[in-house]
């Protein structure tokens, strides 16, 4: 019988994986991968780390996926096609699964075949599709070679790793603020409980809502490099003048949908608009953006940017590829207002979360954020507003959750 456990925290952006030695109750290990895959061909392919660098290392050829866990609770999504063979979002997740365990395997010495697997508190609003992205999740875990498999909520992940450096009982609330969503949890912690085998008495109520950093950066996108590409250019059409297309835009904002403007018929159509508009260097920068895969090297720049505001007052997304030379200013004044929306959508909800709970802002002791998005400054206000600064803690972004997650174990098992 195996030593270890893992816990897994498989993330839209980034998933990483903890070792938990049983016997001792420690963490000894973690493993951090980017969540993409790259194919190379009919034969080769490349995760995490090593799908970015052969990407750009063979020029951006091939397909690159990303936010795989997104396809998790779409019903319409059964399978894709890849030179040639079918994968279905359980094959996709598989390998990202299977990468973590092999390296955290060769780690250990040992087969483990036990994990507590994270997951978000909503999947989808439609239970339907929730038990399908459970079940999914599920089954690609098995396939990775896991046959103990135990799910606990992500943002209850982290409140167990905060609740380790308590020194009294507290009401937290605990804020998970990842690329795809922003996932709360209201509960009691007491560190001398963490031995206890039942917790579920000490939740009071999980939740969650599909906004995370991903919508950040596809709103930089959209706000301040569009216009880069034609957004707002007009061509003369039998007298007419009229606009290009706003869905050729709104594709742009998703890196990995710009695959979709390469279709025979929207590509022809760019053409004629390039000479519509009489050869203006935006519908140039536009094709060049698309017929050498360049989404990807983009919204790196723009989350590079996203990044620095993190921790500066400006930052500046510039990028040089293929006759497209963007110098764009953002300053962290600017940033907010692009994201006010997101913003105001994730303070409405955790108003409403804690006001069904008939939880006072007083009433909580603490606030525990965690997650690479919560690190924005904007973020932080929305708790810093109603909570004070003082009630606010923070634990290490990118791995609370997997920590948490081997540490559930304790009770899960």
Same mark, same amino acid.
């Given at each position: 019988?195996?030593?270890?456990?893992?816990?897994i925290?498989?993330?839209?952006?980034?998933?990483? @994986?903890?070792?938990?030695?049983?016997?001792?109750?420690?963490?000894? %290990?973690?493993?951090?991968?980017?969540? @993409?895959?790259?194919?190379q061909?009919?034969?080769? /392919?490349y995760?995490?780390?090593?799908?970015?660098?052969?990407?750009?290392?063979?020029?951006?050829?091939?397909?690159?996926? %990303?936010?795989?866990?997104?396809?998790?609770?779409?019903?319409?999504?059964t399978?894709?096609?890849?030179?040639?063979?079918k994968?279905?979002? $359980?094959?996709?997740?598989?390998?990202?699964?299977?990468? @973590?365990?092999s390296?955290?395997?060769? +780690?250990?010495?040992?087969?483990?075949?036990?994990?507590?697997?994270?997951?978000?508190?909503?999947?989808?609003?439609?239970? *339907?599709?929730?038990?399908?992205?459970q079940?999914?999740?599920?089954?690609?875990?098995?396939?990775?070679?896991?046959?103990? !498999?135990?799910?606990?909520?992500?943002?209850?992940?982290?409140?167990f790793?905060?609740?380790?450096?308590?020194?009294?009982?507290?009401?937290?609330?605990?804020?998970?603020?990842?690329?795809?969503?922003?996932?709360?949890?209201?509960?009691?912690?007491?560190?001398?409980?963490?031995?206890?085998k039942?917790?579920?008495?000490d *939740?009071?109520?999980?939740?969650?809502?599909?906004?995370?950093?991903?919508?950040?950066?596809?709103? !930089?996108?959209?706000?301040?490099?569009? %216009?880069y590409?034609?957004?707002?250019?007009?061509?003369?059409?039998?007298?007419?003048?009229?606009e290009?297309?706003?869905?050729?835009f709104?594709?742009?904002?998703?890196?990995?949908q710009?695959?979709?403007?390469?279709d025979?018929?929207?590509?022809?159509? @760019?053409?004629?608009?390039y000479?519509?508009?009489?050869?203006?260097?935006?519908?140039?920068?536009l094709?060049?953006? *698309?017929?050498?895969?360049?989404? /990807?090297?983009?919204?790196?720049? !723009?989350?590079?940017?996203?990044?620095?505001?993190?921790?500066?007052?400006?930052?500046?997304?510039?990028?040089?590829?293929? $006759? !497209?030379d963007?110098?764009?200013?953002?300053?962290l004044?600017? +940033?907010?207002?692009?994201?006010? %929306?997101?913003?105001?959508?994730t303070?409405?909800?955790?108003?409403?979360?804690?006001?069904?709970?008939?939880?006072?802002?007083?009433?909580?002791?603490?606030?525990?954020?965690?997650?690479?998005?919560?690190?924005?400054?904007?973020?932080?206000? *929305?708790?810093?507003?109603?909570?004070?600064?003082?009630?606010?803690?923070?634990?290490?972004?990118?791995?609370?959750?997997?920590?948490?997650?081997?540490?559930?174990?304790?009770?899960?098992?």
């Amino acid at each position: 019988m195996a030593s270890h456990i893992y816990g897994i925290d498989f993330g839209t952006s980034n998933s990483v @994986l903890a070792v938990l030695n049983k016997e001792t109750g420690e963490i000894t %290990k973690t493993f951090t991968e980017s969540s @993409l895959i790259y194919f190379q061909d009919n034969e080769n /392919f490349y995760i995490g780390k090593q799908a970015i660098e052969q990407y750009l290392h063979n020029n951006m050829r091939g397909r690159l996926l %990303k936010s795989v866990k997104t396809l998790l609770p779409q019903s319409s999504f059964t399978f894709t096609v890849i030179f040639g063979k079918k994968y279905s979002a $359980e094959d996709l997740v598989c390998l990202i699964l299977k990468l @973590l365990k092999s390296q955290a395997d060769e +780690f250990t010495g040992e087969n483990v075949t036990e994990v507590v697997l994270g997951r978000p508190v909503v999947f989808s609003e439609d239970s *339907i599709k929730d038990k399908l992205a459970q079940d999914r999740l599920l089954k690609a875990a098995r396939m990775a070679g896991f046959e103990q !498999i135990h799910f606990q909520y992500e943002p209850i992940a982290a409140g167990f790793l905060y609740e380790q450096s308590l020194t009294k009982p507290e009401l937290v609330l605990i804020g998970d603020f990842g690329g795809g969503t922003s996932d709360f949890t209201l509960m009691k912690l007491d560190k001398a409980n963490t031995s206890k085998k039942d917790r579920k008495s000490d *939740i009071i109520k999980t939740g969650g809502i599909h906004i995370g950093g991903d919508d950040m950066d596809s709103a !930089i996108m959209w706000h301040k490099l569009v %216009k880069y590409f034609g957004h707002g250019l007009e061509y003369k059409s039998f007298d007419k003048m009229l606009e290009m297309p706003v869905h050729i835009f709104v594709t742009l904002c998703e890196w990995d949908q710009m695959g979709f403007l390469k279709d025979g018929k929207i590509r022809k159509q @760019l053409d004629s608009y390039y000479f519509w508009t009489d050869k203006n260097p935006a519908v140039l920068r536009l094709m060049n953006l *698309i017929d050498h895969n360049l989404g /990807f090297s983009l919204f790196q720049h !723009i989350e590079k940017s996203k990044i620095e505001l993190s921790s500066g007052n400006s930052a500046t997304i510039a990028f040089n590829e293929r $006759e !497209i030379d963007i110098v764009e200013e953002i300053s962290l004044t600017e +940033f907010e207002q692009i994201i006010s %929306k997101e913003i105001t959508k994730t303070e409405n909800y955790v108003l409403a979360f804690l006001e069904k709970q008939n939880v006072t802002f007083s009433q909580v002791s603490n606030v525990f954020l965690t997650g690479g998005t919560s690190s924005i400054p904007a973020v932080k206000n *929305i708790f810093e507003k109603h909570f004070t600064k003082e009630k606010i803690s923070s634990g290490d972004n990118f791995n609370s959750v997997a920590l948490g997650l081997a540490l559930s174990y304790n009770y899960l098992k």
